[in-house]
């Protein structure tokens, strides 16, 4: 007798099971799909005891007749594709034929369906995969989908299902997905008979986020202005710069309206934010990306929780950029968000001195306290001589800790002019303007009030962030000035990295490397940039060669050298215990304010926090 045998169709559900039906949540997430996929516009789902003892959904989608209520039971059945070509070009959720099927045979399965013209219902019972009953019934037009003990034949699997708690923050997660996935469609989920949350159709998509997460959330987050770019549509929400989190769970991304994760959308997302995001945390994102499903396949793990792009370098570049612009078009919000109404300029670098705070009467009395350090602060006399664009080229060696453009020896002559251009003399037309400087706390934290409260500046990261950008945009245009070595290294490298080397030599002198050819596979490098106090050059370039090979896109030509600017702005910048002066202090919140990121340093921290008046009088328990 031969050794194989053609498995059971109830054993072979079972394995196939094993894939799609992981757990309660993953029950949840195929019956919502194919409620979506019905075209129902309204879903209730119900779950006991984490899911496992019950998951019930309810759509008043399109529904099946008989023939095709039955047919859906079997495996491979589906009324979504029709041949192998049509895999190429997927529009609805489903499309494998697997899970009703799966989840019927690893529960007590009830399903309860009727077209909306017919005049009754068919209601299937199964347990373990094998059909109990056939009946007509009397449901309203749509199908009911239940799933009761799940797993109740296969105790090996049930004994894998964590706490109740655990399993319904897993329902309600995936939830979470479909929800903000179709805003249009309204949605309900009772767990253990109270309602969870209870959701109505909405247009908007800030509605459902906001019904979702709390009205909170969307002041961290900033509208992408919907675009197309390649035939590719990005459309959501992307957490300010130095908004994160410390996991992915809120890194919430589809494609043609599936939830998905994917590597290429995670690159992309980390080249866009870049210098806006802490390193080892995750962006905040609501991210939709539309695109001709010919060029995605979404065949590739049963779950369907993976997809793969034809071209994953046009889908990464083009939202990088976006991902970039929309940061960037985030900044003027931000200075709005912290500009006050009052017309008397809080912080005036031009003629600061010492005088009481312009606090309106309402607020008078929470500011108070704080009046004595004003005091602490003297007008610098020699304020206006380095307030001027600085000429001397001994920068470092001036006493004054703080200057606005030669900390770092770059600028030469004319060239600081064309930065010290975009900060109007008088500090009147930048945000500065709306802020009244307080003190300092801690020789570290510039303490300033505006029309919200409290402002606190890490001294440190600002000017990060000053140096930071001042440097990238002199990489940009004239380039950083190169200093000569006076023994050039010479540099072997694999005839890839050469090559490639050489072909981006142009870029690399503008981060002011020097480098030329010397001999086959053999380059010299005789230059480094002079802000950089590189102690291991060749090690750097290798380095360098490394992080920018690994990046193509046109986006990351740009950031050429960002990250090594990055790293070392840090040296340079005004420490923890420099004692800064009140002009200094000032052109530093200016200069701050003039970036185009300013609410973070280069490294993704944030620069500047706001404690509203509400929070403190939280604190004080003058209001609950
Ligand atoms: P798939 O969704 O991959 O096609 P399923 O096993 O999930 O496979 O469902 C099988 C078929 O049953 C679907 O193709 C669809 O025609 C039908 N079906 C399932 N659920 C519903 C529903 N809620 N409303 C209408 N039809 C449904
Ligand atoms: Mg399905």
Redesign the pocket.
């Known amino acids: 007798m031969g050794r194989i045998a053609l498995l059971p169709d109830e054993v072979a559900s079972q394995v196939a099971a094993g894939e799609v039906v992981e757990r309660p949540a993953s029950v949840v997430k195929?019956?919502v799909?194919?409620?979506l996929?019905?075209g129902a516009t309204r879903i209730e789902i119900a779950i006991a005891r984490g899911g496992a003892s019950l998951v019930r959904v309810v759509?008043n989608?399109?529904?099946?007749d008989r023939d095709?209520a039955l047919l859906?039971l079997e495996r491979h059945?589906?009324?979504?594709i029709r041949t192998g070509n049509d895999l190429a070009n997927i529009h609805?959720l489903?499309?494998?034929?697997?899970?009703?099927?799966s989840i019927a045979s690893v529960s007590r399965f009830r399903l309860a369906?009727r077209p909306n013209d017919a005049i009754e219902g068919t209601e299937i019972l199964v347990n373990g995969g094998k059909i109990d009953s056939v009946r007509a019934c009397g449901e309203a037009p749509g199908?009911l989908?239940e799933a009761k003990h799940l797993f109740y034949n296969l105790p090996a699997r049930r004994k894998f299902l964590r706490t109740e708690n655990t399993e319904a923050s897993h329902v309600q997660h995936q939830l979470m997905l479909q929800a903000l996935g179709h805003p249009e469609v309204g949605f309900v989920l009772l767990r253990d008979q109270a309602v969870i949350f209870q959701l109505p159709p909405t247009r908007s998509l800030a509605t459902r986020i906001s019904d979702l997460r709390g009205d909170q959330i969307m002041k961290q987050v900033v509208e992408i202005e919907p675009t197309t770019v390649d035939g590719i549509s990005i459309r959501g929400f992307l957490g300010k710069a130095g908004v994160s989190r410390p996991t992915r769970a809120e890194q919430i991304m589809f494609v043609n309206g599936r939830a998905v994760d994917n590597l290429t959308i995670q690159h992309a997302l980390r080249e866009g934010y870049h210098t806006a995001l802490m390193k080892g945390q995750y962006p905040l994102v609501f991210l939709f990306l539309d695109l001709d499903p010919a060029d995605v396949d979404v065949n590739v793990h049963p779950a369907k929780r993976e997809v793969r792009f034809r071209n994953p370098d046009v889908i990464r570049q083009s939202l990088a950029e976006t991902v970039r612009k929309t940061l960037d078009s985030d900044r003027g919000n931000w200075s709005r968000a912290f500009a006050s109404p009052r017309s008397s300029p809080l912080l005036d670098v031009a003629d600061f001195a010492p005088s009481p705070p312009v606090a309106s009467s309402a607020r008078a009395e929470s500011v108070a306290p704080l009046v004595p350090l004003v005091e602490q602060f003297a007008l610098r006399k020699d304020w206006h001589e380095f307030s001027q664009p600085q000429q001397k080229e001994d920068g470092l060696a001036s006493p004054q800790i703080y200057r606005s453009e030669t900390a770092i020896p770059v600028s030469h002559g004319s060239k600081t002019e064309a930065h010290s251009t975009r900060i109007p003399p008088d500090g009147r037309e930048t945000p500065s303007s709306e802020f009244r400087l307080l003190g300092v706390l801690g020789k570290l934290y510039i303490l300033m009030e505006n029309e919200e409260g409290l402002v606190l500046v890490d001294q440190h990261a600002a000017h990060e962030r000053i140096l930071f950008e001042r440097l990238r945009r002199e990489t940009e245009t004239a380039g950083v000035p190169c200093q000569r070595l006076l023994i050039p290294i010479v540099l072997r490298l694999p005839p890839k990295d050469h090559d490639w080397l050489l072909l981006n030599a142009p870029s690399l002198q503008k981060m002011g490397f020097s480098v030329e050819p010397f001999g086959e596979s053999t380059l010299k490098i005789d230059g480094i940039p002079q802000f950089l106090r590189i102690e291991d050059p060749a090690n750097t370039i290798r380095q360098l060669v490394d992080e920018l090979r690994s990046l193509t896109s046109s986006t990351s030509r740009l950031r050429l050298g960002e990250d090594v600017i990055a790293k070392t702005v840090c040296r340079y910048a005004v420490k923890a215990n420099d004692q800064l002066h009140a002009a200094e202090i000032g052109q530093l919140v200016k200069d701050l304010l003039a970036c185009e990121l300013p609410y973070c340093c280069p490294h993704g921290r944030p620069t500047m926090i706001q404690i509203g008046y509400s929070e403190l009088e939280k604190k004080f328990g003058r209001k609950v």
Request: proline share 3%.
């Open positions: 195929e019956l799909e194919n409620s996929d019905a759509d989608g399109f529904g099946m095709d859906s059945a589906t009324s979504k609805t489903g499309f494998r034929g697997e899970a009703l099927p369906t199908t989908v």
